[in-house]
């Protein structure tokens, strides 16, 4: 998100009509990926989600 709002000086769309530059507490992000090439097997990367969880006050 960082790379796509460039370093939050361009806020992205979000579905609901909000805009975002970076991501907040409550967040949750969800990456999924493969590779994959004709004549070869597909290797999958699977998925890996997080959430975004408030910093602790010590």
């Known amino acids: 998100m960082l790379e796509t ?5 361009t806020p992205l ?8 530059s970076f991501l907040e507490d409550g967040d949750t992000l969800t990456i ?13 990367f699977g ?7 408030p910093a602790i006050n010590v």
């Open 5 to 9: 709002s460039e370093g939050g000086k």
């Open 13 to 20: 769309p979000l579905p609901n009509g909000n805009t975002r």
């Open 32 to 44: 999924r990926g493969y590779c994959e090439r004709p004549g070869f097997a597909r290797i999958g």
């Open 47 to 53: 998925e890996c989600k997080g959430s975004i969880l």
